[in-house]
């Protein structure tokens, strides 16, 4: 089914010829675009409302964060970020963030029941802020472990802008991207079936694997690693310009499962991301860029402010 959002988007959306430094635009992936999922469908139902969702909408603009919390993030880091707990019914299960806990936790951990219906869980806080400056990182970068899936359960991974239907997966609407990790095939903005995106199948995650989510700067390219190795580019510019919007991590569950979820609290597995480079706090929070105002001269609600 086609989405108001995919449509036309294999069209360049600016005429004429880019400058050589401008960032690339976004054109489609280039392997083939399924018509339907390998495992898991969605009620066309939920595709509709999606679509109205999105149409009434707007994406949030980028946000300022509160003088308080660039204080917490000074002080323990990326231990700041977690999860949100989706506020649907469908959603049935407990999240624990790092700063929730009282027991030394480094990363978040969620747990869902067998009847969790499918659900997007956003981050806190954004992974790239658009008001921020990149202060010479390359991009942005977290893991998840899966401790246990079962039955029917699985996990997706992947990153998306508010407001996004929280009854959807990542990568199915607008401004979200996802790998779908049970039949491996990766979505941007699309409501179909997804392009496969490893070969013939060779990776099937299960319990004790890692899979990692990846955002660079410079080029808008999404990928993700497994077991601590990077695999090919996703998708490539994406997000840009970079200033527009707020970028956050995007986890979707169905299902029963358990995972780890790592904004670098603790080691990652893909050794780059353990950089400074590509560490989430040092950009979020950090020197503005040269456009802070809203329209017409207004200054721009911090997030606190917004999300009040």
């Given at each position: ?99 929730d ?27 790239v ?13 977290y ?28 990568g ?20 179909c079936?997804?392009r ?56 979707g ?6 995972i ?47 999300s009040?």
């Amino acid at each position: 089914m086609p989405s108001l959002f995919s449509l036309g988007k294999s069209k360049t959306k600016h005429q004429g010829q880019p400058s050589p430094s401008a960032p690339p635009e976004w054109a489609p992936a280039p392997e083939t675009s399924h018509q339907f999922g390998l495992k898991n469908e969605a009620p066309e139902q939920e595709f509709e409302a999606a679509e109205e969702f999105c149409a009434t909408y707007s994406v949030e603009p980028p946000r300022l964060l509160a003088t308080n919390i660039i204080e917490r993030i000074n002080t323990v880091g990326c231990k700041v970020w977690g999860l949100e707990t989706p506020r649907l019914s469908r959603f049935i299960g407990n999240i624990r963030n790092p700063e929730d806990a009282k027991n030394g936790d480094t990363v978040t951990r969620v747990e869902t029941s067998p009847l969790c219906g499918d659900s997007c869980i956003l981050s806190n806080y954004p992974l790239v802020a658009g008001l921020y400056e990149i202060q010479g990182k390359q991009g942005v970068y977290y893991e998840i472990t899966i401790i246990e899936m079962i039955e029917e359960g699985f996990v997706a991974v992947g990153t998306a802008c508010r407001p996004y239907p929280e009854y959807r997966l990542p990568g199915w609407n607008r401004l979200s991207a996802g790998l779908h990790l049970d039949d491996m095939r990766k979505f941007f903005e699309d409501p179909c079936g997804g392009r496969d995106y490893v070969p013939d199948n060779t990776i099937r995650p299960g319990s004790g694997d890692t899979v990692g989510c990846g955002f660079e700067f410079q080029t808008g390219t999404i990928f993700f690693t497994y077991n601590g190795m990077r695999l090919s580019d996703a998708f490539t510019g994406v997000y840009l310009p970079r200033t527009k919007q707020d970028v956050y991590a995007a986890v979707g569950v169905t299902g029963a499962v358990k995972i780890n979820v790592n904004f670098g609290g603790d080691c990652f597995r893909w050794p780059e991301g353990n950089e400074w480079s590509w560490r989430v706090e040092g950009q979020v929070g950090g020197n503005l860029g040269a456009t802070i105002e809203g329209p017409e001269g207004e200054d721009l609600p911090s997030y606190g402010e917004a999300s009040s």
